[in-house]
């Protein structure tokens, strides 16, 4: 007899072992010659040299299959324990499988052309309005490449920038001020990665949340790094948080060009970023629009709304200009006349 520990490590011990450890459960039924203990992510298994030698591959196999689908099945469980393949759910433009096995897939022409330009650049914009998934495919992209081995950890990052409110009236100390500006990065991490396994990337710094300004002075190695919210930077922070690009890296800079918070009289560094770095090998650009939007049908709507707005007020500005310098123009040849 011996003991042998096996560590599964790369998923969350709930969804591996069931609910009401019914996975563990059913698989101390399918190896009856094993004792079997399981505690947190260490399974220590006494019996034969062969047996157990068996039931560690069968364990590496569901652990790979759990890491890959966010779910493990008890009939996945009792096929791959017999030696037969699993049933895998084959959809076209999945990125992963998210919390529960949910298929997180590139839903219009642009997010899969988002897909490509990551796979190609190690430099990508993502730019376009609201409700696009601009920043939801880039977090699914860096959770596929973290799961993978592509990269050792995550880092995603926004501007704090006020849209009409201070943050000095906001309570509590800097990180419960600022934390309400990173909350959408949170959101979409938990749809992607199971709450266990996510407090623990969080915790060992494998995934990591900051403001814009915690960049400064660090070389991010071996990573994906997301920027949210890019046109809300500044000149000098778009240039600090690019040139934190590392070895082994890949960034993605998201952005929506129609919604600028910064000050009037400050440029968006995002803007002048895309005119200076146009035609650089490396770099790659997509632009989302309107049809790209996946939120509620409203919100299409909304923002149809607002755009014809704006061009009928630039359309109105224009033909006042237009206007004015007709005036002028005939109040000139007036004069000269006279």
């Known amino acids: 007899m011996i003991e042998r520990i096996i560590i599964v490590d790369s998923v969350d011990p709930v969804v591996f072992y069931g609910v ?7 698989i101390r039924n399918l190896f009856p010659k094993l004792r079997i203990a399981a505690r947190g992510s260490i399974i220590k298994v006494i019996g034969d040299d062969a047996e157990t030698s068996m039931f560690e591959e069968k364990i590496k196999k569901l652990e790979e299959y759990c890491v890959k689908y966010n779910k493990l099945p008890q009939e996945v469980i009792i096929d791959m324990v017999r030696g037969e393949a699993p049933q895998e759910v ?3 433009d999945v990125i992963i499988y998210g919390v529960n ?18 796979e190609e650049n190690d430099l990508t914009f993502a730019l376009g309005p609201a409700g696009t998934g601009k920043t939801y495919v880039a977090i699914a992209l860096a959770v596929r490449a973290l799961k993978s081995r592509q990269v050792k950890k995550i880092i995603l990052s926004r501007p704090a920038v006020e849209a009409g409110e201070k943050l000095g009236f906001l309570p509590g100390d800097m990180k419960e001020k600022i934390d309400p500006y990173l909350q959408p990065l949170y959101d979409a991490l938990e749809d992607m990665i199971p709450a266990i396994k996510l407090k623990e990337y969080m ?12 960049m400064r002075g660090r070389t991010l190695s071996d990573a994906v790094i997301v ?18 690009l590392g070895l082994g890296s890949k960034m993605i800079i998201t952005g929506d060009i129609t919604q600028i918070d910064l000050p009037r009289t400050v440029t968006s560094g995002l803007i002048q970023a895309l005119g200076i770095l146009k035609g650089i090998p490396g770099i790659g650009r997509v632009e989302f629009d309107r049809k ?3 939120r509620h049908k409203l ?10 707005f704006d061009d009928e ?10 206007e004015g310098e007709d005036i002028k123009q005939e109040n000139e040849s007036h004069n000269h006349n006279l």
Do not use: C, W
């Open 90 to 92: 084959k959809l076209d």
């Open 299 to 308: 919100v299409q709507r909304i923002v149809e709304a607002y755009q014809n």
């Open 20 to 26: 009401n450890n019914a996975n563990i459960q059913l």
């Open 292 to 294: 790209d939007i996946v």
């Open 227 to 244: 920027l949210d919210e890019a046109q809300n930077t500044t000149t000098h922070q778009i240039k600090m948080f690019m040139t934190r």
């Open 313 to 322: 007020r630039r359309a109105a500005a224009v033909a006042a200009r237009k």
């Open 101 to 118: 096995g949910k298929p997180i897939t590139g839903r219009t022409p642009n997010q899969q052309r988002l897909v490509r330009a990551f």
């Open 203 to 214: 915790e060992s710094n494998v995934i990591q949340i900051a403001p814009l300004a915690f």
